[in-house]
């Protein structure tokens, strides 16, 4: 690859001759001369002069975004530049070894396709006013100038670009170090830092070999999540956005944040670990998403305490928020509006997952996990949002083989029958037999940790028979206290019907009674009148 010096021999002797012209003019003639001559003079060169040229600028559109083609222009330049480029920068580091290189600003190289020749320039523009910071300044721009002769601008436009930018996107993934991203609350998005997501690198070792589950199911998911990696153009075809949902549940350490680990491992994607609680509402979630990268795995840890699903939570906030209403009708107000601005809805999260705007960006995995599956609201989790749910349980004897072949690398001992049926009668997660598998110190032999571990399943089941035991004879006190109490409310009940029936005799009685004397006293009137005629 030739250096850009090249460039100017190719403007031929039309250039140089105007070049000649132009600075044996600003040497000999008077300065109100030159104002007016060098307006036509750059409307001569403009004419004059035969090459296309074509500006990437490191931030694009009205939010300021990174430029992917950017990144991939210095990638695609970063190969070239480290044979040609005098002076070079080491900026991103790979594998925390071999630091990449790239072109530095004010630097040029050359590239050829098909034949053609083309230039390459970085470039960066300072601000005009200058202030003193400790800070890089917000307002500088990079760009990198691409130029070629007028008459391949078809070629260029149409094909040089393309092959640009595909190269550039196998150079990136190839080097990338994979990042862990979690979310910066809003009032960290702008300013000197202006990121949404922070990240570090993301060296989690689990993979679908270490993780112990039933085999059959953990190659179901490999697969599943193979056939989604490259299904780009099956997704296009059936006109469906580019991304899968998994919903994780099972009790805790059952190994769900682990297979997120695994998953990203198997595909090389990146990590986005979204914490909801510290979104504040539906639009700045969507920004959130909307700035993540494709080819990564969004994770929505612990659903179900993240966001109000039911509307439960927020009648309890209410109700909470009454017990110490401010008096003061200011304070009030701003409770009440900050109580407003904290809210993520299940809609908006629902627009998120499956909206419009889930389709930008290209491949994309979403995965929640919870401990309560029960308590998701079904529409989260329909098919279509999540669309494959797993559940990792307590461990089985194929899980019990993953940890023995990995944590003491055997695949057969005479314990492992007492294991396989201890495992049947009792529920251990994989995290405690991972844990009671470990070997404590170097004297440990392979012996030692299984016997551990049967006397820990043992331990369990014999706790998980207690506590059985207790909760049937609370249960059978329970209902013995619920019959005692029934039989007395009937008592009772008794008691009031047979009051009622003696109250309703007497009041018989009294009518009876007072029916005789009423009848008696008219004979006894009618009588004294019959005397008196
Ligand atoms: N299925 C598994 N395979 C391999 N290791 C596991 C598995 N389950 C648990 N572990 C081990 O137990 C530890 C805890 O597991 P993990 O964090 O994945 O559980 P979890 O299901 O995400 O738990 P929680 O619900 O509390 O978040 C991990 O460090 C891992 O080593
Ligand atoms: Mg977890």
Redesign the pocket.
Same mark, same amino acid.
């Given at each position: 690859m030739a250096m850009v010096g090249e460039l100017w021999s190719h403007l031929g002797s039309t250039m140089g001759t105007l070049m000649l012209v132009y600075t044996l003019f600003k040497q000999f003639f008077p300065y109100h001369l030159q104002v007016s001559f060098e307006k036509y003079f750059h409307r001569i060169v403009r004419f004059a002069y035969p090459y296309v040229e074509i500006t990437f600028d490191e931030f694009t559109g009205e939010r300021m975004k990174r430029s992917e083609a950017y990144s991939r222009i210095k990638s695609y330049l970063s190969d070239k530049s480290t044979a040609s480029a005098k002076r070079l920068k080491a900026d991103v580091v790979k594998d925390s070894q071999s630091p990449v290189l790239s072109m530095d600003s004010n630097e040029e190289i050359t590239d050829e396709f098909q034949g053609v020749k083309v230039w390459w320039s970085a470039h960066r523009t300072l601000p005009k006013t200058q202030r003193i910071s400790w800070y890089p300044n917000d307002d500088e721009k990079k760009y990198y100038r691409l130029t070629v002769h007028k008459r391949h601008r078809e070629l260029i436009t149409q094909s040089y670009i393309s092959h640009v930018m595909m190269e550039g996107k196998e150079i990136e993934t190839k080097r990338r170090q994979r990042k862990l991203y979690s979310n910066n609350p809003s009032q960290n998005w702008y300013g000197y830092r202006r990121s949404k997501w922070s990240n570090v690198l993301f060296e989690h070792p &689990?993979t679908f070999d *270490? /993780? @112990? =589950?039933d085999a059959k199911l953990k190659e179901e998911i490999k697969n599943d999540l193979i056939k989604f990696s490259k299904g780009k153009d099956y997704y296009a075809r059936i006109g469906k956005a580019w991304k899968r949902g998994y919903l /994780?549940y +099972? #009790? #805790? +350490? *059952? +190994?769900?944040?682990? =297979?997120i680990a695994a998953m990203a491992n198997l595909l090389d994607y990146d990590v986005y670990d979204l914490e909801l609680t510290a979104v504040k509402e539906n639009t700045e979630l969507r920004r959130l998403l909307l700035d993540t990268s494709s080819k990564s795995i969004i994770v929505i $840890?612990?659903i179900d305490c993240s966001i109000d699903l039911t509307g439960q939570r927020e009648k309890k906030t209410e109700k909470d928020g009454n017990e110490d209403e401010p008096s003061d009708p200011v304070t009030k107000r701003v409770k009440e509006e900050e109580k407003k601005e904290s809210k993520v809805t299940l809609s908006g999260l629902l627009n998120c997952i499956d909206g419009l705007w889930s389709s930008c960006g290209g491949e994309r995995i979403i995965v929640f *996990?919870t401990?309560y599956v029960e308590k998701l609201d079904p529409a989260l989790i329909r098919k279509g949002r999540m669309d494959k749910h797993i559940e /990792?349980s307590y461990?089985c004897f194929d @899980?019990f083989k993953?940890?023995a072949k990995n944590y003491l690398e055997i695949d057969s001992h005479s314990l492992f029958g007492e294991i396989e049926s201890l495992l049947g009668e009792t529920n251990m997660?994989? @995290?405690d037999v &991972? $844990?009671n598998l470990m070997p404590k110190s170097d004297y440990d032999d392979v012996e030692t940790c299984l016997k551990r571990l049967v006397e820990a399943l043992e331990d369990a089941k014999e706790e998980a028979k207690k506590k059985a035991e207790d909760e049937a004879r609370l249960k059978a006190e329970k209902e013995e206290e619920k019959q005692k109490q029934k039989s007395v409310k009937e008592e009772k009940e008794q008691s009031g019907k047979d009051d009622k029936e003696v109250k309703e005799n007497g009041v018989a009685l009294e009518a009876a009674e007072a029916k005789e004397n009423g009848v008696a006293l008219e004979a006894a009137e009618a009588k004294e009148n019959g005397v008196a005629h």
């Open positions: &689990a *270490t /993780l @112990a =589950m /994780l +099972g #009790p #805790p +350490g *059952t +190994g769900k944040s682990s =297979m $840890e612990d *996990t401990n /990792l461990c @899980a993953v940890f997660t994989p @995290a &991972a $844990e």
